[in-house]
């Protein structure tokens, strides 16, 4: 080493800079060689050291993250942990919930890769530059105790706790909590609230985590509270998940029958039923056959698989008589019918609730409602079946009330079908009588030319049918269907690739009704003069909707009568199928050109029952002939 060689060597070490002083020879080589500019080399130089100390900063971190192991996302096997919502996990590697101080809980069991999830986060936090620490709760409550019996539990939650960016608990509720435990463990969550992010893993769900809290629900409620005010929720099912997998044998009729308790409901979780030796058979059937006692049919389900129940008549989950029950995480995949429900008592105000479920890839339908009340489905899933995702079908004289579907997801139902829809009540009949009131709050429908449309609400059975807040991810003229004497409302609309409320709502009856910002609709009214005739007109505006039974009309048009007579009154035609109950008077606008310039006065529109909007001066005196009359207005009547 020649003696610059070894000043520089020093200088190097004098400023720390480890990183410039390793590179600098073979840099200044490739420099030479490269014919470099003194700013390429100075630029270099510095990024070598700028890498150096983000490799050393990295290998702190990681030493004092105390990671068991380095996992990565690109690691993991989403195959066997079956039920992992990839995309969200993909999303929280982001890391934008460490910059939000929020939480993220993942739940399941034992061998699915919770802990791997959650080495891989906290991985990517120290990639990031974040302080991450990683501990089980047994050995934090281990720390937490020795901590508190010598007298250093502050400085033990400054360091410890508090100092993290990102601090990781493994394994909550495999060992339960004493009492003071589980106080210390609610201290290190409060203490962090909205802070710093905390990343928990669980092999309980939450409505078990009392029993890991020395059954305190109290204390319990207050954790749950903190943890779920900023909360990021994976649940990882996987095959260990299931308690049991039944797998029927071929010619039975019925894998399973669940009829539900007498005083207490019936409860079962975590089992597979799979179809795959059946032919026309039912996986899973809850509640008493039509016509037996359904107080004797109450059932509370969870994280239930029924699939592969094949051939003609088959059916994953069919319902009979139940009386308040719950079914939650069900997944019905790859049946014939995924679901049907054929009868259920309106005893109370939800009789069946259907919460995070999935219906997937039926060979007909993925839904079929015959008969019911009271039914209501939350964040549930229907997806690539071969016909309508959901079709609301009562039987003669049959009712289906009160059936509310919110905030669930309907896509490439019908994907063959560019005429068909995802979702269907009716079919264009009476059916004895029937009735079908239904809700639909904040649906999602992924559409696309190539695709079934979204809603078809067919017939005079649909006698009530409630769209709020409608998104459908794509500009498809007729997305929803109105026909053949169906009545529906659509509120809150979205305005979707610059479409208008006319481009999406196919409804040539005018029986839809609209509130918010749905928006008017537009028609093209005949004008006439009564007593004479009209020499030329022009239309401005033409719009109207309906809110409720309540029609309201815009108007602005301009005529030039004939020259002879002296007409009293302008007529305009209604839009089709709104004709008035009783004759209404409304006020409006009126400018009158004889030639000699506009004179202005108060005007009336009148909706009649004869199907008719009559526009004539508040005083009642007629037109002049051969004048240019404009005339602009509102009338609201109901129908």
Not at 229 to 238: D, E, F, S, V
Not at 247 to 258: E, F, R, W
């Amino acid at each position: 080493m020649s003696l610059q060689h070894q000043r520089i060597a020093e200088l190097c070490e004098q400023l720390k800079l480890a990183g410039l002083g390793a590179q600098w020879p073979a840099l200044a080589q490739d420099a030479v060689r490269d014919e470099a500019s003194f700013a390429d080399f100075l630029e270099k130089l510095l990024v070598s050291e700028l890498v150096l100390r983000d490799e050393r900063r990295t290998t702190t971190l990681m030493k004092l993250a105390t990671m068991p192991a380095v996992k990565t996302l690109e690691q993991l096997d989403w195959s066997c942990a079956g039920g992992a919502p990839k995309a969200q996990i993909q999303e929280l590697a982001h890391l934008a919930f460490v910059q939000r101080a929020e939480n993220v809980v993942l739940l399941g069991p034992s061998g699915v890769g919770k802990t791997h999830i959650a080495l891989a986060l906290g991985q990517r936090a120290v990639i990031a530059g974040h302080k991450v620490r990683f501990i089980s709760a047994a050995d934090l409550m281990l720390q937490l105790a020795a901590a508190k019996a010598q007298g250093r539990l502050k400085e033990y939650f400054n360091r410890a706790v508090l100092g993290p960016k990102l601090l990781i608990v493994d394994e909550i509720g495999y060992l339960p909590f004493g009492r003071e435990e589980a106080n210390l463990f609610f201290n290190v969550v409060a203490k962090r609230y909205e802070r710093a992010s905390m990343v928990l893993t669980s092999n309980l769900p939450f409505t078990q985590w009392a029993g890991a809290f020395a059954d305190d629900q109290t204390l319990t409620a207050a954790v749950l509270d903190r943890r779920l005010h900023h909360p990021h929720i994976a649940q990882i099912i996987g095959e260990s998940e299931y308690d049991a997998i039944l797998t029927p044998m071929a010619g039975v009729s019925t894998g399973l029958t669940i009829p539900g308790g007498e005083h207490y409901p019936s409860k079962l979780a975590s089992f597979k039923i799979d179809g795959n030796n059946t032919l026309g058979a039912t996986g899973l059937f809850l509640g008493q056959s039509a016509g037996l006692d359904p107080l004797a049919s109450s059932v509370q389900m969870d994280g239930v698989r029924v699939l592969n129940f094949t051939g003609t008549g088959a059916i994953g989950v069919r319902v009979g008589n139940l009386l308040k029950s719950t079914v939650r995480k069900l997944t019905a995949e790859s049946n014939t019918l995924n679901l049907l429900l054929e009868k259920v008592t309106d005893l109370l105000p939800t009789t069946v609730h259907f919460d995070s479920c999935v219906f997937n890839e039926a060979e007909t339908q993925g839904a079929k409602l015959i008969d019911g009340w009271n039914i209501l489905f939350t964040n549930c899933d229907f997806e690539s079946s071969r016909e309508e995702g959901t079709l609301l079908l009562p039987s003669a004289g049959g009712h289906l009330e009160q059936i509310i579907f919110d905030s669930c997801w309907w896509e490439h139902n019908h994907a063959a079908g560019t005429t068909a829809h995802q979702f269907v009540a009716g079919d264009g009949t009476a059916r004895g009588g029937a009735v079908i009131h239904t809700s639909l709050r904040n649906p999602r429908f992924s559409t696309d030319q190539n695709s079934a449309k979204a809603v078809r609400m067919n017939g005079p059975a649909v006698q009530g049918f409630v769209i709020t807040n409608p998104r459908v991810y794509s500009a498809v003229s007729g997305a929803i269907s109105i026909e053949n004497g169906a009545f529906g409302e659509i509120n809150e609309w979205q305005a979707i690739g610059g479409m208008v409320f006319d481009d999406v709502v196919h409804d040539v009856l005018n029986k839809c009704a609209s509130r918010g910002f749905a928006g008017f609709r537009s028609w093209s009214p005949t004008l006439a003069a009564l007593g004479s005739g009209v020499a030329s007109s022009s239309i401005s505006t033409a719009d109207y909707r309906l809110e409720g039974a309540t029609t309201v009309l815009q108007l602005d048009f301009s005529v030039v009568l004939a020259a002879p007579g002296t007409p009293s009154a302008i007529t305009a035609t209604l839009p089709t199928g709104l004709t008035p109950a009783q004759p209404t008077i409304c006020y409006g606008f009126v400018t009158e050109d004889s030639g000699s310039g506009p004179a202005y006065s108060p005007g009336i529109l009148a909706p009649y029952t004869d199907g008719m909007l009559y526009a004539r001066k508040a005083d009642n005196s007629p037109f002049t002939a051969g004048a240019t009359v404009n005339f602009r207005g509102v009338a609201i009547y109901e129908n």
